[in-house]
Nanobody, 125 residues
Framework: VQLQASGGGLVQAGGSPRLSCAVS????????IAWFRQAPGKEREGVAC????????VYSDSVKGRFTISRDNAKSTLYLQMNSLQPEDTAVYYC???????????????????WGQGTQVTVSS
């Protein structure tokens, strides 16, 4: 299984980049998929995820209303549309996938089976 994240970079505050994560080796439509992020000196935190059985989406309070997670099953690609970026959104963003994760563990990094390499997003004020 491979996850390849892309789309990061240097963005001005208020910008709206979109991250992508290409997934291979996994039955994409039957897997839960997520975006996490990790800022310097901080723990990795969940940003958003799509639950596989019903395509429900879950967002952290810090990004709710600004970020949108989506997926294209035909392309086996996960997206994160980020709007109204703020300097505190600066972090390395990771995509993750799991075939077996339970709802209560969605925000627990160690509960996810597969990870991408991360893409840096830096927001300048």
């Amino acid at each position: 299984v491979q996850l390849q994240a892309s789309g990061g970079g240097l963005v001005q505050a208020g910008g709206s980049p979109r991250l992508s994560c290409a997934v291979s080796g996994l039955t994409f439509g039957n897997s839960a998929i997520a975006w996490f992020r990790q800022a310097p000196g901080k723990e990795r935190e969940g940003v958003a995820c799509i639950v596989s059985d019903n395509d429900d989406t879950v967002y952290s309070d810090s990004v709710k209303g600004r970020f949108t997670i989506s997926r294209d099953n035909a392309k086996s690609t996960l997206y994160l549309q980020m709007n109204s970026l703020q300097p505190e959104d600066t972090a390395v963003y990771y995509c993750a996938a799991s075939r077996t994760i339970i709802h209560s563990n969605l925000g627990v990094p160690s509960a996810w089976d597969y990870w991408g390499q991360g893409t840096q997003v830096t927001v300048s004020s």
